[in-house]
Each structure stands twice: as structure tokens, then as C-alpha cells.
């Protein structure tokens, strides 16, 4: 499953300067990381900004020896289930091909029907993992055939089905595929709704319900159903400093995955007795052990745990990588105490709060003004090593979560053993932004 395109004559303006075949063969992940170098962060980071100086910043690098360990650490978790990339952590497309081709690792998980149509035309199985409303996007894939084969939408409501036929009524296009969405959450006896506010169907008794009714309606195959956990894939339980809020996180992780196996098998049972189901979809990055453990999971979908921001250094289960990071410049001195970024204010989703806001990697000792925090254009930075900036010095950032780097560059530095070995491509860099 290749997604990379041949790219433009080297020298074309925000383009990389090989050709994709060489990218990719560059980008091999199939073999595990031998070395582990940002174990010494007092050599690792100096060695990332040695092999980037000649560049402009901002400039993005992806750690080779970093996203390879990650990437064999989430299969070793998996233990065997195969793992679905989740598109919108990585929107690179040399990434995801790359990843595609370890085994392991099969179809990706994508955000809008848009992306998925352009990542269908060289990959074979493409589910969306959000429903969608885009009528210009349906009306291209209900009038092509091998697109529609590729794709899987995403549903939760009869409403999705009826937009679906009004762009294109059924006898007059292909088949669609579709993938219920159930609410995996935990409904706490005290604590109430825990969870993430997604899908509608709860109880087995309503899942089934709507299988009932796509089965009923021409033009329609159900094929898979997804889960997502996000009380457990989306939160740390290992947060410095925070121990009794850990304990009742992981308490709560506990139970709420020990009552959702039971729904989830119930739902499952029902859907097979209805429909040759092709996968039962679950997971993220946070969960993979524990999602794994469900036996009704055929697949489990993984993306922010392959770039690791640094909001994934908050779990006991595992210790990704800093495999992604962004270099940003000192452009002047308030005062003696005082160094500021230009840039660096790239948020993450989610409540608003330090969470989810850069973290200063490299050099340490600096912290981010409580009163102006990481901002748009410029970012002001205090500490005791700021003292020690001038202008043109070099800070390295992690974001927090995944997707907001790659929405932020044109392209990533790989730099593999101290040496910047490709240069890819982001979404953006290719003069795409689906949302």
C-alpha cells in the first residue's frame, strides 16, 4: 500500500530534494532501533540541532532511531493484533507508507472523508473514523467504484444513511461500506459519564438496532464496528506530582475497561449473528495493552504514540520516544533574565490548560512566562538557562499531542545517526489541510 505520489523535479519550491522511492527507502522501518541515542538528552538534542543548522528555523525533525523504536514498541504491546494508523497524529505521507509496510501494521484510521479519498487512491483500506457530512466528498466516492471498495464510512445515527442516499440514492452507485460507532465510554455509578462524547449507541440493544436498519436499506454493507476508549487510550496515569489523582485514574481505567469488555463482546456477538463482520476496531495509543486483552478486538488503532508528544510520557504501561520535535530561535532579550522563541504558541486539542501546550525539551532550565504562556508569534522564555541565549540560538520544543506539528511544517528533517538523511513532506507541504 503506497501512498506517496513521485514528487516534483528537486529544487521545486517546498518540495524535497529526492525522489519518493528514495524517501521511502530512507524512511525503512522494519527494523527495530539498535541504538537509543535520546537516552543522553545532553547529546542527543546538541546532536539535532548540529544536524539542522544549515536549515531556517522553525525546522521539524523526526528522530529515525525515535520513531522506529516507537513503532516495533507498539507492536511488541499489540502482541499480534494488527494495528491501524491513525492519520491525523502523523499527516505525512511517506510516514504512513512507511509504517504500512511493516508488518503489523495494516490500514489506516482517517479523519475526513477529503483525506480519505486522496489516501485511497494508492491505499487499499481507509476507514473514516468520523461520520461525515460532506456532500461534494460522498459525491465523488459514490461515483467511483474502486474508491468506494476502499473506503469504510463511519455512522451512528439512520440520519448519516439518509444523507448518504440524498446525495446518491441507492441502484445508482456502488455499495458502501460502513462501520457502526458505539459509545465506549463508562457510565460510573457516582462519577457519572466518563468517557468521550462520540456515539449515541450505548446499550448492545441500540447498536443492534441501527445494524437492523443498515442491513434494511439497499445500498449499504456493514462491515466493521470501532469502539474508542478514550477514557483509558486519551489519559495518563502517571502525571508527575498528581499520585492520588493517578490512583483514581487508574481505578477508574480499571473498572471502566472491565465493564466495557463485557458490552463490547455483547454488541459483537449480536453484530456477527447479523453480519460478516471484517473487524472490531478499539484502542489508541494508550491502551493497547489493555485493549488487547479484549477478545471480541480484531484490530486496535495507534498514531500519537509514533511521533510521542510529551503528553504520552504521563503512563505507566510504556516510554515512547521523543521521535518528533521542532527547533525554534531566539530573537531577542526582554531582559537579562528573559530569552523569546518567535513562535511556538502550537495548542494542542483538547480542555485548555498546560497540558496542552508545547514542552520546552532542550536546553533545560527554561519555562514558559505564567502570564503569556507559548504564543502565536512570539514566545517568551525564563529560567536559568536563559541567561545564557542570544539571538540565533536554538530551542527544541515537543508538542504536545501529534497532529498540531505536522499541521504547523511544511516538512520534517529525518535525521538519522547525527545527519539529516530525507526530507519529507507534511500534509500542509503538499498543500493539504482537510481540518
Known sequence: MRLSDPVPEPGAAGTPAEPAA?????????????????????TYWPSLSAAVAHLDAPVAVLGLEALRFNAHDLLRRAAGIPLRVASKSIRTRAVLDALLNVPGFSGIFAFTLPEALWLAEQCSDVVVGYPTADRNALK??????PLASRITLMVDDEAQLDLIDSVTPPGRRP?????????????????GFIGTRRSPLHAPEQALALAH???????????????????????GDAVPGALPANQLMRWVQGRSMAELAGRRGKIVHGLRQLADLEFVNGGGTGSVEATGRDPSITEITVGSGLFAGHLFDMYRAFSPAPAAAVALEVVRRPNRNTATLLGGGWIASGPPGASRVPQVAWPRGLKFLPREGAGEVQTPLTGSSAAHLTAGDRVWLRHAKSGELSERVNEFQVVHDGAVVATLPTYRGEGKAFL
Open 213 to 235: 436498519r443498515v442491513l434494511d436499506r439497499p445500498g449499504f454493507t456493514l462491515v466493521g464496528l470501532m469502539m474508542y476508549e478514550g477514557q483509558v487510550a486519551g489519559v
Open 22 to 42: 528514495a524517501q521511502r527507502s530512507v524512511l525503512h522501518l522494519g527494523v527495530p532501533a539498535a541504538a537509543e541515542p535520546w537516552r543522553d538528552p545532553g
Open 175 to 191: 455499495p458502501v461500506r460502513v462501520c457502526l460507532d458505539a459509545d465506549a465510554s463508562w457510565q460510573a455509578p457516582v462519577l
Open 140 to 145: 465523488q466516492l459514490l461515483a467511483d467504484e
